[in-house]
């Protein structure tokens, strides 16, 4: 059987992800129970594991009550800060078995110290949480911007046609900002006028391809000279170029 997904927008902006094959239901990310809850409800399926990318409240709120409701094995990060009820904690080179579905577990630090994403390779399934943004990438709270490149470049080496699942609908915002670094990119162009659509007629812009992030995502593209270019730094480190790309869309009003 296929794996069927479900994404279930949460709180203002955050997404959660379920995935549903055979007898196994599991939310990726719980930023609060009450739509997860709907969700499961709606297709009659029962919560058996939550999958947990950091310890950010917007990604673990719901577990508690999402445990108590169903009895969930709780999976997430070894490396991160608290993460309620955990059952498991997983770090690079494990993997986490689904019944029939296989995760591979990335250490992607940056945004925080630990966070992880979870590869479905079978499946073509990335679940990048705030490491990689549909355009964008989380901010580098907790590691350096030098730290989280490493993490990005570690994702860039995935197949191109990846499914990337990610914790926030900032793809607007991203774009915009992209273009200010990125301005003569013809993908990112075609990108953001399909973002605008979509957001104008209320649809998610989650999920992307990997390929897609690859042509258009300036922060995967920290390393191509024409972002370089665009920010006064040609011939820069590109770890370099990307801690001033991040400090740029920290400030960017957009
Ligand atoms: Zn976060
Ligand atoms: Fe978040």
Not at 38 to 62: F, M, N, Q, R
Not at 194 to 203: C, H, I, N, Y
Not at 204 to 215: D, F, I, N, R
């Amino acid at each position: 059987m296929p794996v069927e997904i479900r994404l279930v927008p949460c709180l203002s902006d955050n997404y959660a992800v379920l995935l549903h094959e055979g007898g196994i239901t599991a939310v990726i990310d719980a930023p609060e129970a009450a739509p997860i809850e709907k969700a499961l409800d709606k297709e009659g399926w029962k919560l058996t594991h939550i999958l947990i990318t950091h310890h950010h409240s917007d990604h673990v709120d719901g577990i508690p009550a999402l445990k108590k409701k169903y009895g969930a094995k709780v999976i997430g990060p070894r490396a991160d800060g608290n993460i309620p009820m955990i059952d498991e904690k997983v770090g690079e080179g494990d993997t986490v078995k689904l019944g029939n579905l296989t995760a591979r577990v990335l250490d992607t630090p940056g945004h925080t110290a630990g966070h992880i994403v979870y590869v479905f390779d079978k499946e073509k399934l990335l679940f990048a949480a705030d490491t990689l943004f549909v355009l964008g990438c989380g901010r580098a709270i907790e590691k350096p911007a030098s730290v989280l490149w490493q993490s990005l470049l570690k994702l860039r080496k995935l197949p191109g046609d990846m499914k990337v699942y990610c914790g926030h609908e900032y793809t607007l915002g991203n774009a915009r900002f992209a273009l200010t670094v990125d301005p003569n990119n013809a993908a990112l162009k075609k990108r953001l006028a399909e973002v605008e659509t979509a957001r104008a007629a209320g649809k998610p812009t989650v999920p992307s391809l990997l390929s897609e992030e690859l042509a258009a995502n300036p922060f995967m593209r920290a390393d191509d000279p024409a972002i370089a270019e665009a920010v006064g730094m040609m011939g820069a480190d590109p770890a370099a170029v990307f801690a001033e790309i991040r400090e740029r869309k920290n400030n960017f009003k957009g």
